[in-house]
Each structure stands twice: as C-alpha cells, then as structure tokens.
C-alpha cells in the first residue's frame, strides 16, 4: 500500500473469513505496514454485527492501537440459519429478512459509527467495505435475491451517506464499496462451487486497486480489476 504513510496501521475485520484472512496475510507482508490487527468473533476482544454495545466495546478497547490509516471490513453473510438467498416473493420472511439487513447493513454502518474517529486525520486514509454487484439497483438484470440484494443496497447508500461526512473532517478519506468477484469462500461455495476467485488473488487486486483510488469526498462503487460499478 504504497499511497499510505509509511507504517500505517490497518483493522481487518472479518478476518476468519476467506477475504478477510487473505487480506491480513497480503497486509502483514507489507514491510510499509506497521500493524494490522486481525478482528473476527473469535478474536479478543470480541465483537459480534448483532450487538452494538460489543461493538463500541471493540472500538473502545482498541483506540490505544490507533489511530489507523486502512479499515477493511470483510463481513458479510449470504446463508443465515442454513437458508439461502430468496429467489421468489412468496419466500420472503420477515425475520429472516431483517436479519439480513442488519448483518449486512445495520452492523457494517456501527462500524463505521465507531472506527471512523479512530480514523489518522491530516493523513490519507482508506475504508472499504465488502459489498456485492447484486447491491447495484441499475444492474439488477436477473432479480431474486431479495433479502441480499436489498441488504447490499442498503450498505451502499450507507457507506455514499457516511463519505459525504467524512470527507468534511478528513479530506484525505477513500470510501469504497469493493465488489470481490466471486471468490471461493463459505459464503459462495454453495452457490458457484469451485468455479470462483483464489481468495488470495481477489484481495491483492482489491489491496493494488485500493492503492490508485483518489479521494473524491465521495464513497466510490468498483470491483477487483478497477472498474466502476452502477450505484
């Protein structure tokens, strides 16, 4: 991460997931990096997307380690309670779908609540945020998937919304919505099997394609080789 300052300190968080652990290896190899602190559930201190308050204990457990220069949230969930993704309306659940929403969305956006003052100012900083090509309401060509797309969707507006603010107090902040392509993980195998991403060569194109984003003021929506993806 040659456009951060030399030994920046970075949170991975998510890093039992497949991206996530891909991301703390690429990053822990980086001689320009100084830290990077590995969170996940199982991690100390513990967290978990459902509870804001182990969230806010997280953050605050971990401000001394800081302040960071790159957060990397690499959660998410597509199967919850071994059900997938709906594919008709007369599946949708109420309950299952507000859970959705808030792993995907809710949880992320009190992350950012949180983490974001524990942000370097004065310097180049970066967030990103796991999201997926199916949040693209313009791209939406297949349907299904309601309760993911909508959480997907749902996140992106939340990262737009939280990059406008930032940028007021750190001018020097990139916000990205990361489309990871289809990575070989839990999440996807029984979706795409092993037709999928190598983990590892997903997260060193999102680390390189992280590197040349700009600060803008605004959160910017791009997958794994660079290109811009439709809000």
């Not at 652990?21 to 690429?26: G, R, T, W």
């Not at 953050?59 to 997938?84: E, K, M, N, Y």
């Not at 100012?121 to 299904?144: F, Y």
Request: net charge neutral.
């Amino acid at each position: 991460m040659n456009s951060l300052p030399d030994v920046y300190r970075a949170v991975v968080f998510g890093a039992s997931g497949a991206l996530g652990a891909a991301f703390v290896q690429h990053l822990q190899r980086d001689p320009r990096c100084g830290q990077v602190v590995a969170v996940s559930r199982q991690s100390q201190p513990g967290w978990d997307l459902r509870s804001e308050e182990s969230i806010q204990t997280c953050a605050q457990t971990l401000s001394a380690q800081g302040p960071f220069h790159l957060v990397i949230d690499a959660t998410g969930v597509l199967t919850i309670d071994a059900r997938g993704p709906e594919k008709r309306l007369d599946e949708l659940d109420a309950d299952h779908l507000l859970l959705a929403l808030h792993l995907n969305a809710v949880g992320p956006a009190l992350l950012l609540k949180y983490f974001t003052p524990l942000l370097a100012t004065g310097q180049r900083v970066v967030w990103a945020k796991l999201s997926a090509r199916v949040g693209s309401i313009e791209d939406n060509r297949k349907g299904g998937w309601y309760g993911y797309r909508a959480a997907k969707a749902a996140l992106n507006m939340l990262l737009q919304t939280s990059a406008i603010e930032l940028a007021r107090r750190r001018p020097l902040a990139v916000v990205a919505a990361l489309q990871p392509g289809t990575v070989r993980s839990a999440l996807s195998q029984p979706f795409v099997g092993d037709a999928a991403l190598d983990p590892d060569a997903s997260a060193q194109s999102l680390l390189s394609v992280l590197d040349a984003l700009q600060p803008t003021g605004r959160a910017q929506f791009v997958d794994h080789q660079g290109q811009s993806i439709p809000w």
